[in-house]
């Protein structure tokens, strides 16, 4: 049966769900970003508004459409990002940030204000000087530990290839997956993780099936099995969530 049967369990939630690539622009037309379709966010997104909560998706540029009972800000720059998020967090009680979106991890520490033309595009670009974006997961969770009385979780997801040749067996991935996680959930300060593999088929970035680790910064790391459809991933993660957080309240 779809969509699954799962009454309005998540009634009375507010989540704050990230989803797609950021655009770090060079000059006014050109940009670097990512392989990040956005779907695996909008699925996520569209699970928790059909479950009964509330959800602000704050989208990158992508070409899809806002999912029934979702309120969508479309932004372009890490920055972007941050504000919006910051001024959804500040604006009431979020029970959960999922940062689902693929940040640009590097930004023209000073973009061209006009259109860079072919003649000088080398001598504009080649040389060009670089700095790290804001790392958005890693200030949220910092403002919010700063307020004790606040209660949102933050969930996280980070996309990681793992080399054929240092995992050759089945368990040699997971174990690096497992490594990769648990140093990236101290580093952000977020309450869970989920890791996917990404770079073979099936998995993560543009793929419509998704395969992971959900990892809990004080509890066990759950296996979500197979790869198949975002859109039940999105449900099982759901699932894991709420048992994990919110079962013994009504
Ligand atoms: N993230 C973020 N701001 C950034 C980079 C990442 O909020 N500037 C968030 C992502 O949305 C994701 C999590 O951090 O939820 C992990 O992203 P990932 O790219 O895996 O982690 P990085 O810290 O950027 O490390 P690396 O790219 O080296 O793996
Ligand atoms: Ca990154």
Known sequence: VWPPVRGA?????????????????????RFISNASTGLMGFCLAEAAAARGAEVVLVAGPVGLDTP???RRIDVETGAQMLDACGRELGSGEVDLVAMVAAVADLIPAEPATRKVGKEQVLDAFAS?????????????TARCHASPEAKTR???????????????????????????GAAKLERKGCDALFVNRVGVPGLG???????GLLMFADAE?????EPRPKQTLAHWLLDQLAARWWSDEV
Request: charged share 30%; hydrophobic share 45%.
């Open 9 to 29: 369990d998540w009634r009375g939630r507010k989540l704050l769900v990230t989803a797609g690539p950021t655009r770090a622009y060079l000059d006014p037309v």
């Open 68 to 70: 029934r009972g979702v």
């Open 128 to 140: 060009m000087r670089w700095e790290a974006e804001v790392d958005i997961l890693a200030t949220l």
């Open 154 to 180: 933050f969930l996280g997801f980070a996309a990681q290839t793992v080399d054929e040749a240092e995992a050759p067996r089945a368990e040699d991935v997971e174990t690096e997956l497992r490594r990769l």
């Open 205 to 211: 970035f543009g793929s419509s099936t998704n395969a």
């Open 221 to 225: 790391t759950l296996d979500a099995g």
